[in-house]
Every structure is written in structure tokens, then in C-alpha cells.
């Protein structure tokens, strides 16, 4: 019974280690939103970091590196920006954030590659 124990323990590890793989996010940012942030996609496939808090206006610079990327809104939520589409390296592009809300986005090119931008209204 104990080995048993033991081999599920390992198990479910190994599989929590393989599920973090490089789509996941590698950096979540806990800091106040501001005006603008900035996001790598990088060529370990991962946008990093994987979170980033705007105010409501805000803009977000993407820097594609060596690898090619792209950002697509899956589920098109009110306000989101225009998709970034095509195979984009070596190359920045800003999308601005004008409506309050939480944003995903995704690359098409990488599956499971994605990253979350939460717009906030500033307060007074």
C-alpha cells in the first residue's frame, strides 16, 4: 500500500512539472497597473511576463524576438485590440487598451502560449 502511495506522490509531480511547460506563463506581475508595460515573446515559447496591469488608455508593447509569434483575442471581448496576425520576429507592435476589463491572448503559431492583460479605470 505504501508503494502505491509513493508512485501516485511521483506521479502526480512529474505531472505537474510536465503541464508547466514553456506555454505557461513564466512571470505573473502583481504590480499597480500603469500607463504601459511590455511583454517578450520569446524564443522558449512563453510570453513573459505572463501577466501585465494596464490603466484604462494604457499601452502595451510586445517585442517579438528571434522566434516568430503571434497574438490573437480568442474570445474577442469588447474593446480588446485589433489581433497582432502573421509571423511577427524581431519586431515590436503596441496595442492600446481603452475599455477596463481582463484580456487573454493567445499565439496561434504555439499552442498554449498565452498571456493576460487586466485594464483597470484610475482612480481618483
Do not use: W
Amino acid at each position: 500500500m505504501r508503494h502505491n502511495r509513493v508512485c501516485v506522490l511521483f506521479s502526480a509531480v512529474a505531472f505537474l512539472f510536465g503541464c508547466g511547460g514553456s506555454g505557461s506563463p513564466t512571470q505573473v506581475t502583481t504590480s499597480p497597473p500603469s500607463e504601459t508595460a511590455t511583454i517578450a515573446a520569446t524564443p522558449s515559447i512563453a510570453f513573459t511576463p505572463g501577466s501585465v496591469a494596464l490603466l484604462v488608455g494604457g499601452t502595451l508593447t510586445i517585442n517579438f524576438g528571434s522566434v516568430a509569434h503571434n497574438v490573437f483575442f480568442d474570445n474577442q471581448p469588447a474593446g480588446a485590440p485589433a489581433n497582432i496576425t502573421g509571423s511577427n520576429s524581431n519586431v515590436s507592435k503596441s496595442l492600446t487598451f481603452s475599455v477596463a476589463g481582463t484580456y487573454v491572448f493567445n499565439c496561434h503559431i504555439h499552442p498554449g502560449m498565452h498571456a493576460t492583460v487586466v485594464v483597470t479605470a484610475p482612480t481618483t
